[in-house]
Structures are given as C-alpha cells and as structure tokens.
C-alpha cells in the first residue's frame, strides 16, 4: 500500500514516511477511529507530524502510547521544526514496526533525520522508540539489568536487521538519558568549516562536510507521542471514537 510518502508492508503491517519534513498547517481532519488494535492509554499517533507534512491515514496513523506520543516523540518533532524555522532541510525516515499484520499496533518507532543546514553542514539523527509507557520500560530494564544475557536473545520486535542484540540493549538503556535533550540534538552544532557552497565559489572543489550527530538515541523505550505529539498544539477535537486525544500534531 502506498500513498504519497508512506508505504505499509503488507506483510508485517510495519508503517514508514520516507520523504521532506516540512512546517504545514497541522490539522486532524479525518483522521482514522480507533481500532480494537489500540490498547488503554494508546493515541491516535501520526508517524509524520501533520504539521510536518504527514497525512491522517492509515497510512501514517496508527495506534502510539500516549506517553511516547507526548514526550519522546513531541521533542524530536518540535526539534525538527525548530531546525526547519532556522532555514535546514530535513529529509525523515520514520517507520513504525508492526511484527504481525497491517493494522496491528507497532512495537517500535525509529527516525533517521538527515539535516542539511543553511550553512551547508549535514548531520544525521537517529531516534528510536519502544510502544511502551515509561513505567513498563523501566521495569523491563530493570528485570534484564538482572538476568545475564539477555541481550544475547533475539531482538523482541525485529528492528533492523542490520542492529545486534548489543546494539539494541544499548539502545535500550539510552532512552531516560536521551530524552531530555531531544530536541536539542536538531540545533546547529559546532561547526568552524567553510561551507561547500564557499569553497565552490573561490576555488571551484566543493566539499561536503558531514557532522554526525546521532548520538541521541532516544531508546527503545518509550518515548513518542499520540497522534503525533509533534504538531505543535493540543488538538482537543472529540476523537472519532468518542475520546479526547490531545494529538501535539
């Protein structure tokens, strides 16, 4: 299935925009009910912000923990527009993995941002969020913190193909250190080159300087927001299904 910048594997279910992030007008309008997919305390979550360009289909809506959807999730995209308002483009990754059907409720979040600033200079930013509330996170972490190995199992909710079992539980244990500096990972950082655009114009060689910056792994464990904590306001419109949910997007 595919629409605009979202596909959805029609295998597993799993959720992915693959395109701009770009400072829209958010709105809900016509946003999808909820479904028997959704568990107490989940959101409408958009994978992409509506007021970063995301839609409000299936296809990029889909069931998110409300404190994922509020917190984690809300400071990467209020990082993105922050980024945005200083003249950077962004080109976003975001998937939301599904292990079952289309339609089922994502286990997992991760973003990979590549920025490009007006100077010139790139970074990149890779997040990633378990479908978890904090409480459940930190008790998970402190039951595995206990058993030896256990990072040595199987990823639980098949992130990546390419992430170890030691890369993952790294992750993991990221997430409460991470998440008060989200947003903070979008600012400029340092950056004393010359940007390509100069070195084009005196000597003709153009370089480009890429600054990684992705040291801010938000872990796997909970932190996004509901339907899209990430646009900017609360969206106190009655929710489809008859609930108020405060979508940040």
């Known amino acids: 299935m595919k629409n605009s910048y979202n596909t959805v594997d029609e295998k597993t279910g799993t959720v992915n925009y693959n395109g701009p992030s770009e400072i829209t007008k958010g709105n809900h309008n016509g946003i999808p009910a909820k479904t028997n997919a959704y568990q107490p305390g989940d959101e409408r979550g958009h994978v992409q912000a509506s007021s970063l360009g995301g839609n409000n289909t299936t296809t990029n809506v889909v069931p998110q923990n409300a404190e994922v959807n509020h917190k984690g999730y809300y400071a990467l ?9 200083s003249d950077a483009q962004i080109h976003s990754d975001k998937t939301a993995y599904v292990s079952n059907q289309p339609g089922n409720r994502p286990d997992a979040f991760m973003v990979n941002d590549e920025i490009t600033y007006s100077d010139g200079h790139k970074e990149s930013v890779h997040l ?25 199992a199987p990823n639980p909710d098949g992130l990546r193909g390419s992430m170890t079992s030691a890369e993952y539980g790294s992750l993991m244990n990221e997430t409460d250190q991470a998440l008060p500096g ?7 950082a340092d950056f004393s080159g010359v940007p390509s655009s ?32 990430g646009d900017a306001g609360a969206d106190t419109g009655a929710d489809a299904d008859g609930g108020a949910d405060a979508d940040p997007d």
């Open 77 to 85: 995209e209020q990082g993105e527009r922050n980024a945005l308002k």
């Open 128 to 152: 990633s969020f378990q479908n978890e509330g904090y409480a459940e996170q930190a008790a998970w972490n402190e039951q595995s913190a206990a058993l030896p190995g256990t990072f040595d």
């Open 198 to 229: 100069e070195l084009d114009a005196s000597s003709g060689l153009g370089t480009d300087t890429t600054a990684n910056a992705d040291g801010a792994s938000a872990d796997m464990g909970g932190i996004g927001a509901d339907a899209d904590a």
């Open 182 to 188: 989200i947003s903070d990972e979008y600012a400029p």
